[in-house]
């Protein structure tokens, strides 16, 4: 069947990946509530067509943090794209720079970011998180900025893994010819402790290695500056308030993000925050979204609701490398 | 299985009809929320009704542009009709006469305007696109004029194609023995290069023949004067600001669609775009209105809320062929 | 199955009774959103339970024009009873009886006021159309009087049958060993002509017999001055407007009805309409609701939002018969 | 399959138990719409999540009349648990023992409150219905004072027993093998008329023994003085009006419960009414909640809105049981 949208790739992907993998990729937290509504919040928006409009002339490029992209559509940093194909984070990597547009790594990427560097020129951000080894994190961005990665997207709302309850079921981990290369080499301090837990879902991500231990978060972020002098995206503020924090302390621009309702439940979707953190950062940073992106109308309500641009987000994101590769 | 009422056309459409047919005749565009939206906006509406009124005397007919028809029903314009049945625009002209009322021809019909003219008396209009090549639009009008056709329904919603996924998956194309028949002896010009390609969906409907570049477009459409002396009837419109703009342009009336959701998914249903229409119209013009009418009580909210007379639209027209001749 | 509710008596009748049978009962007109809607809106109205209050002593009776029944539920008036059992409307006459409460007998009853008299003592209404032919009225009142009946209640929403397609596909008609044994003896002027149709669903009910032509009914009643003494029901109100209207025509008592939804459809729930009706009449007339009945919580939403009372209606009535004897 | 949420015991319960026992515990009053919206009241709650805030040390412990738990959450009194396991209120009691929390024998458990008492330390409330015998609620009283039990949670929302069809049905019974242990060599006087059906749902429960005679109650409960010195949390409150009365009644606190929605259908889901009831608190008693409770964000949900804890209620409540043994 030849796929004529990004929802059909679900499809695809469910037939051609193990389960625990497609799961991995498609699964919400909890019920899953706030995953449905991140699409059904779409389908509430509707258009005032107009007519008798010229429109013979289109330009759909963009600037993202000085950076010019040909489309207002970015990908979002989702981690272990190898599970799914050999090529992975290469593949995407490729396609984004084929579609003259920005990739950002995931940080648990399963490409480490010279990997990701060589497959060629492209605009590429790297994903963050804040751990309580905060030299952890400084080796991480030396890493990125050393392979030329442009910015730092700052993932702030995991301060423990949503519950996903099929990965739970499925006990999830990642296959063993896999590893997370961003950190091999790395001098891992306390983390090393867990490292042998490396790429345990629950081990890893949650208790040890990736907790976010907000108590020893600077609010300024001013800890930022003594690391990096790249302008950070801080990615997962869903609230007026929080987005007048981040503008505050510095953030170069704010991404409305759920984390692919991947974290937690009952959260409104993206595009029903959008409007507050729009306003809230009153045109001071500019302000991007992912979640429950599927058509280019949604790309253009994000835009009309004053988003600079959307992310394609987790899930999605995987089938624009499926389409490079295995379809 | 008795037919009893508009609605079940579709089940024996499915069945009598090659799979690409009945695709092209029921799809809307993209996730089809609006061709859902078109029927359920109706069902929202619901009557007071009186009792212990006089309804003895029920007179049904109207006076559309001058014309008196015996019902305040229409045929909408819908393309290919020979899909369906070798009788195609023939069989819909007897039945709209023999009803008592209008019907509008495609320009994009498998029949040209003399045949349609040759099935016998009747009142007819015929629709058009706007091509950037104006030279065969005056030919088409030309042509309409001398069949006897009384008014121009002139279809201004598809500066692109809609995308309608089934005819991508379908690789829509009109079966060889057909083509479209008001094209044909034109002049085409430019159009000329893409007549290989004539009848292929994508090709001719969308990127050439068919592009409608509004760079062109006089927005006070005075262009029209020089072309014909016809009345003009906006189609497509589903704004306030538009209806407006087409008054004062000189339209002769408007219709209210959106294209049989078949182009811009998530626009409103048209029942529910008609309140703020016919306000603005003032009732200096009549207004019309196409989509999702499918119930006697459905014309009558439409009339209810200010519309002059609904039209019968693309998917469910093909029925009434159906009806003349092939159930 | 042991029968708990009302609703399961549904899937008994359409284990039980001939489809075409089944269907006329359960039937509302066209797309039946309202029929659904009679139901859902009760389902939308919620309560407020109050704790530590006295309910040892409960008191269910009431009083209907004057006449006393155990239960604010009366038995509405539903037509051709004996499709579904030989014993018809005699079995719904002794449970009526037997529960205590008021029967209203349709004037399209398979039996006749006499035989319904015939079964026992109890407290029975009349229900009637307005027929052209007011001499045919005014025998079937006459008849109905000296049988014992203590009221009419006047159906005022059918100026045409309702359009309940199944009907229509199954071709309903009353079998032939069935009459409407009120017609019997009567002399019925113009409506002979149709009386060879006379057990015909569309001839007889709808364009021949049955229809309502209201330009001859003086909207004062008063005419029924000159036929009856029993007090009037005007059943069929849905608007505050003809609520007053029947107020001062000088009706004993109106009763909130869309015909168990087989009349007009999208016309509102009769829970819905009821608050507005409830206030037009001021106190001046009681009020009644057939429609959805299906609980005792149904009941009391209706006496809490102002009923007097409740009607079961068409559907479920029947199956009141059937439990007596099918079941 | 491992069970990862609460719900998912659903499933498990469905497959292990008898039809007869698992409908007991899992249905709702008649048409079960209040079952439902106790859930989805819970999903249409949203939360505004804020970022960067220290979560790294957590403290979920609460205090419940002056007794410090683990969690703010307990166990509602459920009836008839041995017809789950043989352990049934025994496992029940050791769970939350264990789990630091407090557990609400019922009455009519199947265990006696020394049987309770003696699996081990733990805090036990006892719950009540108020008989028109109060001699025999004084005795329940003082069997479960001397066996310790620390307060009383008193159900004042069943005038009568709610209409559970699936019970009516099934012909529910308790098996001859249980009994209800606590009224075991009470004095039961008038209840002893009735001793023979003591285990007959439909008598026991409701004509008979349990009917809930409010004639007889004084409102200001100061009856239960001359009973008891525990305090009393006053259980199945759904109003304003009646927080105020059992404020004023002398209630140690507030249990907002629709009785796991198994009494009157269409009253709101307890998280819908629980503002109304903690506003007309005015802080003056802790107001618990029950109903529809099966995931964390629920737990906070509640809290969030003004609770001082939740109840694990009926249905769920059994699979905690089920955990320990059965799965």
Redesign the interface.
């Known amino acids: 069947?030849?796929i004529?949208?990004v929802s059909e790739y679900d499809a695809t992907a469910k037939e051609k990946l193990p389960k625990m993998v497609y799961d991995y990729y498609a699964s919400g937290a909890?019920?899953q509530?706030t995953l449905q509504e991140n699409r059904n919040a779409f389908?509430r928006?509707?258009?005032?067509?107009?007519?008798?409009?010229?429109?013979?002339?289109i330009d759909l490029t963009t600037t993202v943090l000085g950076f010019k992209i040909s489309i207002p559509i970015m990908i979002a940093p989702t981690a272990r794209q190898k599970m799914a194909h050999p090529e992975g984070e290469y593949a995407t990597a490729r396609a984004a720079s084929a579609a003259g547009t920005i990739m950002i790594l995931s940080s648990r990427a399963t490409s480490s970011v010279e990997e990701v560097a060589s497959t060629g020129p492209g605009i590429r951000f790297f994903q963050l998180y804040v751990y309580k080894e905060r030299n952890v994190v400084a080796q991480l961005v030396k890493r990125a900025e050393r392979a030329g990665f442009k910015a730092i997207a700052l993932t702030?709302?995991n301060?423990?893994l949503g519950?996903r309850?099929a990965d739970?079921?499925n006990r999830f981990t990642l296959p063993p010819f896999l590893t997370l290369k961003n950190f091999e080499g790395l001098d891992l301090g306390k983390m090393d402790k867990v490292s042998s837990h490396f790429n345990c879902c629950n081990l890893a991500d949650n208790s040890g290695l990736a907790s976010y231990?907000?108590?020893?978060?600077d609010?300024t972020l001013s800890w930022k500056v003594s690391i990096t002098s790249l302008p950070i995206l801080?990615k997962?503020?869903?609230?007026a308030?929080?987005a007048r924090?981040a503008v505050q302390a510095g953030a170069a621009g704010i991404i409305v993000s759920?984390h692919g309702a991947r974290q937690?439940?009952?959260?409104?979707a993206t595009i029903t925050a959008l409007e507050e953190v729009v306003k809230a950062a009153q045109g001071r940073v500019s302000v991007f979204l992912d979640g429950g992106v599927r058509?280019g109308?949604d790309v253009f309500k994000a835009l009309a609701l004053g988003a600079s641009g959307i992310l394609l987000d987790d899930r999605w994101c995987s089938h624009w490398l499926l389409r490079e590769k295995l379809v």
């Open positions: 069947m030849e004529t949208n909890e019920d509530w389908s928006i509707l258009f005032r067509p107009r007519i008798l409009i010229d429109v013979s002339k702030v709302d301060p423990r519950r309850e739970i079921k231990v907000a108590g020893q978060v609010p801080v997962g503020v869903l609230t308030e929080d924090i759920n937690l439940d009952y959260v409104p058509r109308t």
